[in-house]
């Protein structure tokens, strides 16, 4: 929930005393300093101390501040079980009850099937059911982000009612900043800030001076669209509707921010070839885990680098100098080739390229190519020149440079692009990936121009 | 500035239309149209039409209607100086002084000093001293992207007396939701949100129900801690202090949102080796300007795995087919590093990496390794076997991939974490760099080892 308190206790909360307040079975005074402070510094709090100090926190907080605390638990890979298992049921589910509709299915998405459904049983009827409707939006959707605890008013109200209204919802909406306009059937149809309801007079009818064009997104729009338009028009919350236009839930700025970061994250995580970013503390052999599948698989698509280096073992045993090269030219090209992958995936994730851009950025992209190469191929060669005073190798070296480069920086592009139209995540395309390939190409072209040429390099 | 209006005309807007009117000199008619889009759109229009159309545009709108425009254009590289040209000076310093202020300084900080000072001189006094206030704060400061136009009340207001000043305050703060209680020498002692102003009834000191410890910020502190600040309270702005508690500014959650977006874009070019993320539009030349650095520097750095091989060129005469793994064991410890190398940065950027935590990282990076070099190890020694048959080559093989990924995995994880400590941006540590260093170590193993073993190999 966008917070709108604005409170904060001790800048670091003191551990040892609110453990030790727990523990002499000092109630008040512990409720006093413990809800003093900012729910995210309690959630820290929560999460420190070991599941024995917890089980005493249980007993001395309600569910409904517990649900404060949970609401503010920022868990890396939301691993919400071993806390929910540590409460009895009526507890727990009286908890996530009072938690709002969003933070709410996060937490019961991450318990099997059975627990949901009997959590969902003994929990209020009227909780249960505004859970029930968003949790089987399919992950990543405006449908499985937005929350239900928004300020509707119907479209005859005047300012006056409108205020009414407003003041009562205030408790538990998520935001009463915006306050949306319904029709008697819940279609969206305006929208007003609570600035110009402050600044209107009470008789006034919400109808003449509502914005009728609401800007709001359908319950399935993916969830970075909704980020870049709250991100393009600067929006604290963002109304969700379905296809008939009615009113499902809001989004707010918060959310938004959780699913940028997010976005970025796994951005690149994915350009290193991580499957899933690591947190600093997990075990080795699950942070292995995590790494091991693309590396494996990159293993074996480079033993082909070997059987081409091998298929060219007369050129090399002809001029055994080459073999030196090999890595250099491999590097190189690589290096370039992971330039162009980062521009196309940042520029098709922002959005920016599209269409008729694609190609251009494709041409661009060629440009760029030769222009690098050209620069790389002359640096290497009076590198080369200057090392070995050959002058033939030294070209075959830059014009395997050059050649190179071109390639891996066509490919580096053009391969996010095409997984884009196929509707691949083109993110998928890792740097890994991108660098292997150009070591086959590179090695292709390399011993293949020295393989033409070997009578007059020997 | 927070968007509370949420008005949106269609959805695109009909661009022939209005390039239609202005040239027919249909004013009236262009004013209801264009003032009726979302600024977003506006700018988006005033983006795409050419210096030609925008003249017109500049006859029709008043400086401050072109404000709200300029406020909306969001450019790549930040180019305002060819718009900011177009315009009578006149015209454009009035413009530049009815923007928010830190939209003005960011406007201004693109153009060369004299045009600064001019633009100063001849806008009126006030807009100028508060821009001035802002224009000389180091980039990427909370200065630097805070604004001036918050809500400030006297401690000893009441209800009644704050809602008269925040009414007043309305039309021109960036946000009134959060009202910020002040001293007599202007300390910022509390804060209120407007939801609690509502309920309040008139007559209540805002004394009695502000919250005393206010979360802020010092204005030199780096944009991207007051970014995790924000996202971790989920506030909609922060208050910018002194060292003397002074209140000078607010940042607004929607510029937060600017700022994580391009911290992300900046920890992913580097990652790349990308010098500073292009635009898909720049042309070739500029592009490869931006990556030719890291390029040839890299190439120069690589020229060292040249030299390697080659003194070791005793051991490739004997057996040729060492060469063929080369790329091989260079081009996996290479990913290995890359991958330890993009959860260290993030774990830095992310500040969940610090002080004792960063030990804990290299020893389960270290492990990490082990264990993915085991299992690499054992897949190379199988596929060499099976290609082969050669038992010692697919040992050493195996042997060299094990210890070569091992070592990138530290070197990954370590390198970024020493540039943290060294007080440099662990970022610059980019993955072509940790993979050309790869390959350099990944050939002294291998063929060091090879070399060692040379007889047994023939």
């Known amino acids: 929930m966008i917070d709108e308190r604005m409170e904060k206790d001790e800048v670091q909360f003191d551990e040892e005393r609110l453990v030790s307040l727990l523990e002499n079975g000092a109630t008040d005074e512990f409720h006093n300093e413990y809800l003093n402070l900012h729910p995210y510094d309690q959630a820290q709090f929560y999460e ?3 599941p024995d100090i917890r089980s005493i926190i249980y007993q001395y907080l309600s569910p409904k501040e517990m649900s404060t605390v949970f609401e503010a638990l920022e868990l890396d890979d939301e691993n919400y079980e071993p806390f929910i298992d540590e ?76 205020m009414t ?7 538990d909406a998520e935001t009463i900043y915006y306050i949306f306009v319904v029709d008697d059937q819940n279609h969206l149809v305006g929208v007003i800030s609570l600035r110009d309801l402050i600044i209107a007079s009470e008789d006034t009818l919400i109808h003449d001076f509502m914005n009728e064009r609401v800007v709001s997104v359908l319950v399935t729009d993916d969830q970075e669209d909704v980020a870049h338009i709250m991100k393009d028009y600067n929006f604290l919350a963002v109304p969700v509707i379905n296809s008939k236009q009615e009113m499902l839930g809001i989004i707010t700025v918060d959310d938004i921010i959780d699913v940028i970061d997010e976005e970025a994250s796994e951005d690149y995580s994915k350009l290193a070839g991580v499957a899933d970013m690591d947190t600093f503390d997990s075990n080795p052999l699950i942070a292995a885990k995590k790494r091991l599948p693309w590396l494996v698989v990159l293993l074996i698509l480079g033993m082909i680098t070997a059987n081409l280096v091998d298929l060219f073992t007369g050129t090399l045993e002809k001029v055994a100098l080459l073999a030196a090269f090999i ?44 222009v690098m190469g050209l620069v790389c191929g002359a640096v290497a060669f009076i590198i080369v020149y200057m090392w070995k005073s050959e002058m033939l190798l030294g070209l075959l070296v830059a014009v395997a440079i050059a050649c190179s480069i071109c390639v891996a920086t066509i490919a580096g592009s053009f391969i996010p692009l095409l997984m884009h139209r196929l509707k691949i995540d083109p993110a998928v395309a890792s740097g890994p990936f991108i660098t292997t390939l150009n070591d086959i190409t590179s090695i292709l072209i390399y011993l293949g121009i020295a393989t033409l040429f070997i009578e007059k390099l020997m």
Do not use: C, W
């Open 165 to 171: 209204i407003m003041r009562n919802a205030a408790p």
């Open 48 to 50: 420190k101390v070991g």
């Open 87 to 162: 409460m009895d049921s009526s507890y727990a589910a009286q908890m996530i009850s009072e938690m709002y509709t969003d933070d709410a299915v996060d937490v019961l998405n991450e318990l099997d099937k059975d627990k949901i459904s009997h959590f969902l049983k003994i929990m209020d009827k009227e909780s249960a059911e505004d859970i029930r409707d968003l949790l089987y939006y399919e992950e990543h959707t405006a449908g499985s982000i937005m929350t239900t605890e928004y300020v509707a008013i119907p479209e005859n109200s005047t300012v006056r009612s409108a």
């Open 327 to 370: 890595p250099l030219i491999g590097g190189t090209s690589g290096n370039s080739g992971t330039q162009a992958l980062a521009v196309a995936v940042r520029g098709i994730a922002t959005g920016d390229v599209t269409g008729v851009n694609k190609f251009k950025l494709l041409i661009r992209e060629a440009l760029t190519g030769i």
